[in-house]
């Protein structure tokens, strides 16, 4: 199987954004790609603040079953695609993803680690679940979510071959460096990928954003990783699609020959939090 990881702009341009999906999904299919995960905030575009965000400019916030992720769903077909939106229910809005096909929606995930003010924002929240798609069994994490190893472990103990990390992940507000590969978020951003992928020995699909809004950059650096921490494949900071072919099942059989690391867990041993 082919698996494809966009960087890519997307702002409050509903149309435009829905014109970029489409273009992005066609590239992921010409290439052969049976899974597409695109960036978090595909649809409405991320936040222009993280550290005060303007009330009056933010993400439109779609319902769970909004026409527009049906269309999304019209274009994916038969791919997987994996896409982020701000989602409303009542009066809460929520850092939300969901992978669909033409089928119809597979899974959701609610982003649960909200960083800075986004609090302010989104709710977070509450779970952790994968669930099965034509692509093989897959979790969700959005942006933050993967500084956290219990967010990936989750995700793994609950059978996840493959976890889509969709995100809006920018250069470093407060310290940025003038190149994008020597800012500590980019640093940051790469390790997390690959270390969420060893530590569980799985295939880990990690989207972005790029180009700015407001004070921010965004980092591109899409990527598939394998199993043992690889990458496969990458975009670096341009926009474009990360597309590596491997057997996902083959591969985490492989890592996992002689050491497997969820089978030789000691959770008795590991302190609890409160």
Not at 148 to 158: G, K
Not at 246 to 273: G, K, W
Request: proline share 5%; charged share 20%.
């Amino acid at each position: 199987m082919r698996i494809a990881a966009a960087a890519a702009h997307f702002g409050r341009d509903l149309d435009y954004d829905l014109g970029r999906i489409g273009k992005l999904i066609a590239d992921a299919r010409a290439a052969g790609a049976g899974l597409l995960v695109l960036p978090d905030a595909a649809l409405g575009g991320y936040l222009a603040d993280l550290r005060h965000p303007d009330p009056a400019a933010l993400p439109p916030a779609l319902k769970p079953d909004d026409p527009l992720l049906a269309q999304v769903a019209a274009m994916a077909r038969e791919m997987v695609v994996c896409v982020g939106y701000c989602e409303a229910d009542g009066d809460l809005r929520y850092n939300a993803a969901v992978a669909l096909t033409g089928d119809g929606v597979l899974g959701r995930h609610r982003k649960v680690h909200l960083p800075a003010a986004e609090s302010t924002v989104y709710a977070p929240g509450d779970t952790f679940a994968a669930f099965d798609t034509p692509a093989g069994r897959l979790g969700m994490l959005i942006d933050y979510d993967k500084t956290f190893p219990e967010s990936a472990r989750t995700l793994a103990l609950d059978g996840a071959q493959i976890v889509a990390c969709l995100s809006a992940w920018p250069a470093s507000i407060t310290n940025a460096a003038a190149k994008l590969n020597q800012d500590r978020q980019s640093r940051l951003f790469d390790l997390y990928d690959c270390a969420r992928a060893a530590e569980n020995q799985i295939v880990v699909v990690s989207s972005n954003q790029t180009g700015a809004v407001g004070g921010m950059r965004f980092l591109g650096q899409a990527k598939v990783v394998g199993p043992a921490g690889n990458v496969l494949a990458r975009t670096w900071a341009k926009a474009g699609l990360a597309v590596a072919e491997l057997d996902v099942a083959a591969e985490i059989a492989a890592a996992r020959r002689v050491l497997s690391h969820l089978n030789e867990l000691r959770p008795a041993t590991y302190r609890s939090l409160p």
